[in-house]
C-alpha cells in the first residue's frame, strides 16, 4: 500500500505523522517500525494512530509499535500517555480483552525427554483447560466469589491453593491491580464470566509446548537469569485474557462513554470506538475500577490455567511441580491502563499509559520488577503464530520514549475467512504434526483460521523491537505441541 | 443467506454486511451472520429453548449493537447458540423499541462445529442504512 505522503522518517525505525496530517491533532503520532514492515500495515493505521493524537490531554506522542495494525479506536499495538488531570481513558486504548496477556513456565526437562510423552501431554492439556466457543471452568465459584476474584487477582488464587507466592512475583502489578471496585461492574458482566475462570477462549489464544533450543539463544546469560540454564529446555507458554466477563466490562462502558463523551464533557468525536470520558471525571474513574477487576480476572485465568499445567505435568510425568522446576519466568499483560511515572519535558510525572496490543518493557534496575530481573530487565513475552514460534525478550531503558512498550505478537496479515479459504484444518493438523508439533483443537475451522501463513514474520517483529531499543531478544521459542479454541 | 463476510476490512477480526427488506429482516439477518461466525453449521442448532429480549434506544443503528450484544451475553451466560426467529420494532417519540424472540440450544462441540469466541460487537464502521428499498448494516466484530 502506499503510504501517507506527510509520513517523515525520523530514524531507521521511527516515523512521524505531523500534527497537520490532521486537524485536532494535538501531538505527531510515531510509528515504530522498519521500513519492510511499515510498508505493510493498512492504511488505518496511520489514521487510528493519528486520532489517538487528537484525545485531550495526550502528552508527547501518539505510538504505534512494530506489530501494529487496524484496530477499533487505537490501533493494535497503540500506545498513549494522558495527563491524569487534564486527559481521557478510553476502553478503544484498552481492547475489549481486557488484560489479555502472555505466561510463561519454565520446565526443567528437557525435549528429549518430553518427546515421547508429547501426545499424552497435549491430550491432557486439552481435558484440563477448556478451549473454544463459550467454555466454562472447572473453577465452580458463586457470582459473590466471583466478586472477590475480580478484587484480588492472582491473591485470590493464592488463598485458594491455585498459586504459590512466587507465582506472584513473577506477575506484572503482583496480579493484582490496586483499586479494583466490584460495584463498578454491572449484573451482566458478572454473570457472563463468573464461570470462565481457567479457561483459554479461542481466536489466537493457545497453550503451547515449547523448547529453547541452543542456536535459538541470543543471549546466553540473561537466558540464564531467566531460567533457561539446559539445552533443548521445555517450557510452557499460553495467551488468553479476561474472557467474557472483562468483553462485557469493555462493552458497557464503550456505550456509556458514548452518551456522555459530547453532551457532557464536549469532547469531539472522531470514531465512535475512540469514546472516552475525563479520567478523573465520575464515569472515567469507574471505569478505571471496572477495568482493574477484569484485568485481575485475566490474571486469575492465567494463574488456574498454570495450575491446571503443573498438575498435568506432574501426573504425567509422575513427579511434583517442584521437582519438575515448573517456576513462571513472567506474566505479561498487553491491553491495560496504568497510571506509571515517566519523565514528561524533563520531569518525572505520574501519567496514564494505554497499552493495546503492547507489552511493558522495564529495563534495568526500573521499580516495579522483580528483584531477580533487576539486572537485566523485566522479561518480555511476544507470542508468534502456532507454526513458528515465540520470543523471550528483555525490557530496556533506551524504550522511555515509548513510556518504556514493545510490541506483543505478530499481527495477521490476512483474514480469517481469507485464510481459511486456503488452508484446511485437517490437513493443516498433519503437516504439523509431520514437523514435530503435535496439536488439538476444539474447531478445525478455527485452526485453519490461525496459520502461520496469516501471520507476519515473527523474526522480523523481534529483530524490529531490538532495532528500535524497546526490548532486546533472549531466546527464540519453537512449539512442539499446542492446544487451540 | 441475507448476509456476506468481507475479507478486506478486517484482517484480524471478522466483518460482515446484513441486508433484509424490512428492518426486522435486517436484524434476523445479521443475528444469523453472527451466529454463523460462531458456528460452521447453522443449520444444525436445534430451537430447544426460546427466550425473549425487550431493548430500547434512541438510535436505529445502536439498537441493533445492543441485539448482537445480548446474543453474545447469552453464548457465555448460558453457553446459548441462538437463531433469531421473530423482531418487532417499533418507533415511538424518538425511541425505538425492539422485541425478540430467539431460539437456540447449547454449544455442541460436534454438531455446530463452533469457530470462534466472539468477544464484542465493534463500533468500528459499524452502519445501518436503508438504500435502494433494502436496510443494510455494516458490523465488524471482535473476535
Redesign the interface.
Known amino acids: 500500500m502506499s503510504l501517507p505522503p506527510q509520513l517523515r522518517k525520523i530514524s531507521p525505525t521511527v516515523w512521524e505523522l505531523p500534527i497537520t496530517y490532521k486537524e485536532g491533532m494535538r501531538v505527531p503520532a510515531r510509528i515504530i517500525a522498519p521500513e519492510s514492515l511499515l510498508a505493510g500495515m ?1 492504511a488505518g493505521v496511520f489514521d487510528q494512530a493519528a486520532n489517538v493524537a487528537c484525545l485531550p490531554g495526550i502528552l508527547n506522542y501518539s505510538y504505534c509499535m512494530p506489530d501494529g ?5 487505537f490501533p ?1 499495538g497503540g500506545v498513549a500517555a494522558f495527563d491524569p488531570a487534564t486527559g481521557v481513558i478510553s476502553p478503544g486504548g484498552i481492547g ?2 481486557i488484560n489479555c496477556g502472555m505466561r510463561l513456565c519454565l520446565t526443567t526437562l528437557t525435549e528429549e525427554e518430553v518427546r515421547p510423552r508429547i501426545r499424552e501431554l497435549v491430550d491432557e492439556l486439552f481435558f484440563a483447560i477448556p478451549t ?5 471452568g472447572f473453577v465452580r465459584c458463586s457470582r459473590r466469589t466471583f466478586r472477590r476474584v475480580i478484587e484480588r487477582g492472582s491473591r485470590w488464587c493464592l488463598e485458594n491453593g491455585y498459586a504459590t507466592p512466587e507465582d506472584l512475583e513473577m506477575t506484572e502489578e503482583g496480579g493484582c491491580f490496586e483499586g479494583a471496585d466490584a460495584d463498578a461492574c454491572s449484573d ?1 458482566s458478572i ?3 463468573y464461570d ?1 475462570i481457567g479457561t483459554l ?3 489466537n489464544h493457545y497453550c503451547e509446548i515449547q523448547v529453547a533450543r541452543p542456536e535459538n539463544i541470543f543471549d546466553e546469560a540473561t537466558a540464564r537469569a531467566f531460567g533457561i540454564t539446559i539445552p533443548n529446555q521445555v517450557m510452557i507458554m499460553f495467551h488468553c485474557g479476561s ?2 466477563f472483562g ?2 466490562v ?2 458497557d462502558y ?2 456509556s462513554f ?1 452518551k456522555v463523551m459530547t453532551t457532557k464533557y464536549g469532547i469531539k468525536f472522531y ?3 475512540l ?1 472516552c470520558a475525563p479520567f478523573r471525571s465520575p464515569e472515567g474513574q469507574a471505569y478505571f475500577a471496572a477495568m482493574k477487576c477484569a484485568a485481575n480476572m485475566g490474571f486469575a485465568n492465567r494463574q488456574v490455567i498454570l495450575h491446571r499445567i503443573r498438575e498435568v505435568f506432574s501426573r504425567v510425568f509422575r513427579r511434583s511441580p517442584e521437582d519438575l522446576g515448573m517456576r513462571m519466568v513472567y506474566d505479561v499483560a498487553h491491553n491495560t491502563a496504568k497510571l506509571e511515572n515517566h519523565l514528561i519535558d524533563g520531569e518525572q510525572r505520574e501519567v496514564l499509559v494505554h497499552r493495546k496490543g503492547a507489552t511493558r518493557s522495564f529495563g534495568p534496575g526500573m521499580p516495579g520488577i522483580p528483584d531477580c530481573y533487576r539486572e537485566t530487565g523485566q522479561p518480555v513475552i511476544i507470542g508468534g503464530s502456532m507454526e513458528t514460534g515465540s520470543y523471550l525478550l528483555a525490557g530496556l531503558s533506551s524504550a522511555a520514549p515509548t513510556f518504556y512498550t514493545t510490541a506483543h505478537g505478530s ?8 485464510a481459511k479459504k486456503m488452508v484446511q484444518g485437517r490437513k493443516l493438523l498433519g503437516e504439523m504434526e509431520q514437523r514435530g508439533i503435535h496439536v488439538r483443537t ?5 485452526l485453519a ?1 490461525e496459520a502461520g501463513l496469516a501471520y507476519k514474520d515473527i523474526d522480523v517483529v523481534a529483530l524490529a523491537t531490538e532495532e528500535a531499543g524497546l526490548s532486546r531478544r533472549v531466546a527464540k521459542l519453537v512449539p512442539i505441541g499446542n492446544i487451540k ?1 | 443467506m441475507p448476509f456476506r ?1 468481507h ?2 476490512i ?5 466483518a460482515f454486511e446484513a441486508w433484509g427488506g424490512t428492518q426486522e429482516e435486517l436484524f434476523i439477518s445479521s443475528a444469523a451472520a453472527l451466529l454463523r461466525t ?3 453449521a447453522p443449520e444444525q442448532v436445534e430451537r430447544r429453548q426460546e427466550l425473549t429480549i425487550r431493548l430500547e434506544h434512541e438510535e436505529l443503528d ?1 439498537l441493533l ?2 441485539f448482537l ?1 445480548e446474543l ?2 447469552y ?3 448460558r ?1 446459548l447458540l441462538l437463531h433469531a426467529d421473530q423482531v418487532r420494532i417499533e418507533e415511538r417519540g424518538g425511541t425505538f423499541t425492539l422485541e425478540a424472540i430467539v431460539s437456540g440450544e447449547e ?1 455442541d ?1 460436534v454438531r455446530h ?5 466472539v ?6 464502521r ?1 452502519q445501518v442504512g436503508y438504500q435502494g428499498g433494502v436496510w443494510k448494516a455494516a458490523v ?1 466484530l ?2
Open positions: 493498512e495494525h487496524w484496530g477499533y479506536g493494535i475489549f480483552d473454544g466457543v463459550g467454555c466454562t451482566k454473570e457472563r464470566g470462565q477462549g479461542s481466536g474472557r467474557g468483553h462485557q469493555a462493552s464503550l456505550q458514548l470514531d465512535r470506538e469514546a499481527g495477521r496479515t490476512m483474514s480469517r475467512h481469507q476444539s474447531s478445525y475451522g478455527g483460521e479454541g | 463476510f475479507d478486506d478486517s484482517t484480524a477480526d471478522v460462531m458456528a460452521e445502536l449493537f445492543s450484544q453474545i451475553f453464548k457465555d451466560a453457553r454449544i462441540a462445529r463452533p469457530l470462534v469466541d468477544k464484542a460487537v465493534t463500533l468500528h459499524f465488524v471482535d473476535v
